[in-house]
């Protein structure tokens, strides 16, 4: 480009360039600058809400024996960090069995999930018979029952199948849950209908469709469903504790639970168990951030 076309596309009026140098949103609507102060003010607003308080227990498990946690002002960053709390929750709690028995019960969790939504939500999205409008009011309704109102039903039912006191037990109950069905649903129901009927043309049955075509196609979906599996099961607290009576089958919520009142008064100790808690889903959201934010568009609720 020449010197003369420069000059040429460039405003030779400033404020034709002020108005170019304008903050607009995603629909080029202007932003005025004390609006766009206002959301970051707001952002972190939320951020130090959600956030601040797993930092505050980060700090705090961090800090050692000597120091003051309850002074004031209080002190954010640990003056001696130390690792020692997480030794001593080890050495007081079997907390690695505990938390070897939650990744079981989360492990199958997600697995059952995946596999029963995926199949139950394809069959309520593509599948043509009668009654399908009736189950999909019924997964609905499931939504408004609380656990609570079901639990005692629950536990009956396990008695009788002689699965008290197992990790089957605690599995069983939320092996497949009402939201994660529609989350599907909606996400196959979202997807061309021209690309099945190609597959139909050629010859593909029911399950070459679902397996090649539709389930590749709602990845993202997987990933949310497989996070909210996991979440949900890891920490579930009710019903373990109503089901489990053997210590050595304790998930980690239970075993976190007796710490708590065996050593109230060491906020240490605690709080390493709890960022031990939370360490997991953390690195589980990492690894799917990516399939997950892409999940929320493929299984929005619609119409």
Not at 61 to 88: A, C, M, Q, V, W
Not at 158 to 167: H, I, P, Q, S, V
Request: charged residues 15%.
């Amino acid at each position: 480009m020449s010197v003369l076309e420069k000059v040429r596309t460039e405003p030779a009026d400033p404020a034709d360039r002020a108005r170019e140098r304008r903050l607009t949103d995603q629909h080029g609507r202007r932003v005025h600058v004390g609006e766009l102060l206002w959301r970051y003010v707001l952002l972190l607003a939320v951020l130090a809400l959600t956030v601040g308080p797993f930092l505050w227990q980060l700090s705090t498990s961090l800090k050692g024996p000597t120091e003051d946690i309850y002074s004031s002002p209080p002190s954010f960053l640990p003056g001696h960090p130390t690792l020692h709390n997480y030794t001593r929750v080890a050495d007081t709690i079997p907390v690695w069995d505990y938390a070897l028995n939650s990744l079981k019960v989360a492990a199958a969790n997600v697995v059952t999930n995946c596999v029963g939504s995926a199949l139950a939500g394809y069959a309520l999205a593509r599948l043509r018979y009668r009654g399908r409008g009736a189950t999909t009011l019924v997964f609905v309704l499931a939504m408004l029952v609380p656990v609570e109102g079901i639990v005692i039903a629950q536990f009956t039912t396990m008695r009788e199948l002689g699965l008290n006191n197992t990790l089957i037990g605690v599995v069983l109950p939320g092996a497949i849950g009402a939201m994660n069905v529609l989350l599907m649903r909606n996400a196959f129901r979202n997807l061309p209908y021209e690309i099945e009927e190609a597959a139909y043309v050629d010859g593909a049955n029911v399950w070459q469709r679902f397996r090649r075509i539709a389930l590749p196609s709602v990845k993202g979906t997987l990933a949310v469903v497989a996070i909210f599996a996991f979440m949900g099961a890891w920490d579930d607290f009710l019903w373990p504790l109503i089901v489990l009576s053997d210590p050595s089958k304790f998930t980690l919520t239970i075993g976190l639970n007796y710490l708590h009142g065996t050593f109230a008064n060491d906020e240490r100790l605690v709080a390493a168990g709890t960022v031990i808690a939370v360490a997991p889903l953390i690195a589980l959201f990492a690894c799917l951030q990516r399939y997950f934010f892409r999940g929320v568009g493929e299984g929005a609720v619609k119409g």
